[in-house]
């Protein structure tokens, strides 16, 4: 056994039990953790959502969820029966203020800290939150983890904080990001603050621009409805990709805390420069996806998308380019991209290096004398540095070629898998830790940035550039990047 598990034990508590990213993300993290010994021996699970189900139905649902979603090799019998002795089941109509009585009796303060996970449409927030407080279900320790999106604009967003925080303290309150509990985000911290062959370059002296790829091959799964009222920007941009645009732009904490690293995150959201009616049209592009085939499937345009009410101007691409006023950034552009049909899954953050100033090398082989760190999240994560080196040969003379120091998570250990992100993120929740957690006042300033934007796109009266599916985006966000004269890494 480990000695994580002297951690305190903890009545974790699921709410939307039954819903998609319970079955297909939590149990199966849940289940890793169990399987590595990382829940208090003392820790139950326990699935709450509506039903009539008892408890050896729910069970048996989570292990045909484990068998369809885990790898078979990853699925041990005896490894589940002890799992399935932590799985109890609420049933519970989120709407009915009675039944949280069945919380209030279950759970055991005294033994026990209460986390509360909701897996529900942010709507209910605040009904079950108020639900929990006035059946006294709650603790001063009780923690509450609150999925995105947390609203659809600042208002919103400050509306269903304010909720929330009637009921708890901002101290137990954990908002998600998955991204944030990825093996290789959380590297950037290391490779930036524990290497000075990388931390003493980090800035506008030695970087010519950044740029951050979020790519899906997907479309909008059947979320016609509610994607249609939100769009890439607020879908993506708001908090995965500026996420990432601060672990990568962000100061060195002056100590590694939850505060410490989330107060550098703020001052970089609140140091991006606004993009406005004036310059919108140079710094944002906005595209939708028509009729196309990913990876040799043919897929409908967004319009002819199940559930469309026909046509709109709503985005599923998003290319931007940002700025970051402040000493260390000033001068350095990042771009970003996301969307949806694009023709690889892929979520990468490249750091481009400038030249040498001065170049001695044969003119026809300047273009490849660039340095590059490519950080990959996924679809296998780890960290490659593009490096320029001299051909192994007697007749090429000083002729250079481009290659790659690869750091690949996955081959230092082919017994080791890279845990998931929301094992991680579960695992510090239920241990109090909230540095891979968005504090309220960066959600709040991301909001501020982001509704600026959709105000300029709102003024100018900007339409969506329709874009293939199984294709990069529009051309207009070629044209972004190279009107700078640089181009996106494929």
């Known amino acids: 056994m480990k000695a994580l598990l002297q951690d305190q034990p903890c009545d974790f508590v699921l709410f939307g039990a039954k819903g998609d990213l319970a079955m297909r993300k939590l149990f199966p993290a849940l289940y890793y953790l169990f399987r ?33 979603f885990l790898p078979a090799a990853d699925f041990d019998e005896t490894v589940w029966q002890g799992f399935a002795q932590r799985l109890h089941f609420l049933a519970v109509d989120f709407a009915e203020a009675k039944d949280f009585q069945r919380i209030a009796k279950f759970v055991d303060h005294g033994q026990r800290v209460m986390v509360n996970y ?71 911290i290391a490779l930036r603050f524990a290497n000075n062959l990388f931390g003493s370059q980090w800035n506008q002296n030695f970087i010519d621009h950044v740029q951050i790829t979020v790519a899906e091959t997907v479309g909008i799964e059947g979320r016609w409805s509610y994607y249609d009222q939100v769009g890439q920007m607020r879908d993506m941009v708001q908090n995965h990709l500026l996420q990432l645009l601060c672990m990568v732009a962000m100061d060195p904490p002056s100590q590694l805390t939850a505060d410490g690293i989330r107060d550098e995150k703020l001052k ?27 990876r040799g499937q043919a897929c409908p345009g967004y319009a002819e998308e199940e559930g469309s009410k026909g046509a709109s101007n709503t985005e599923t691409f998003v290319a931007l380019r940002a700025s970051i006023d402040n ?51 996924q679809p296998d994560e780890g960290i490659r540095l593009q490096v320029v080196t001299k051909e192994q040969s007697l007749d090429k003379g000083m002729a250079l070629q481009s290659r790659a120091l690869n750091l690949n998570f996955s081959d230092q250990d082919e017994e080791r898998r890279t845990p998931d992100a929301y094992e991680r993120l579960l695992l510090e929740a239920m241990r109090g830790n909230q540095s891979l957690f968005v504090r309220r006042d960066e959600v709040e300033a991301s909001w501020i940035w982001c509704d600026a934007l959709v105000e300029a796109w709102e003024e100018s009266h900007d339409e969506v550039r329709p874009y293939s599916a199984g294709t990069w985006g529009p051309i207009g966000s070629i044209a972004l990047i190279e009107r700078d004269g640089r181009s996106w890494h494929e």
């Open 327 to 377: 000493w260390r950034w000033a001068g350095v552009p990042f771009y970003l991209r996301t969307g949806k049909r694009m023709p690889n899954k892929m979520s990468e953050i490249v750091i481009f290096y400038k030249n040498q100033p001065h170049y001695i090398f044969d003119p026809k082989q300047k273009a490849m004398v660039h340095n590059k760190l490519i950080i990959r999240l």
């Open 118 to 188: 909701l897996a529900t449409p942010p709507a209910l927030y605040g009904g079950i939150c108020r639900h929990l407080h006035d059946a006294k279900a709650l603790s001063p320790k009780s923690r509450i983890i609150l999925e995105k999106p947390i609203g659809k604009d600042l208002e919103s967003s400050k509306e269903i904080n304010d909720t929330v925080s009637r009921y708890f303290s901002e101290s137990q309150i954990y908002r998600i990001d998955h991204y944030l509990g990825k093996e290789t985000v959380q590297n950037l």
């Open 36 to 68: 590595e010994d990382l829940l208090n021996p003392a820790t139950r699970i326990v699935g709450v959502a509506r039903g009539e189900e008892g408890n050896d139905a729910f069970v048996a649902s989570i292990k045909a969820t484990l068998e369809r």
């Open 268 to 294: 970089v959201l609140r140091a991006l420069r606004p993009i406005t009616q004036e310059n919108v049209a140079k710094r944002a592009v906005r595209g939708q996806y028509t009729a196309g085939a990913v």
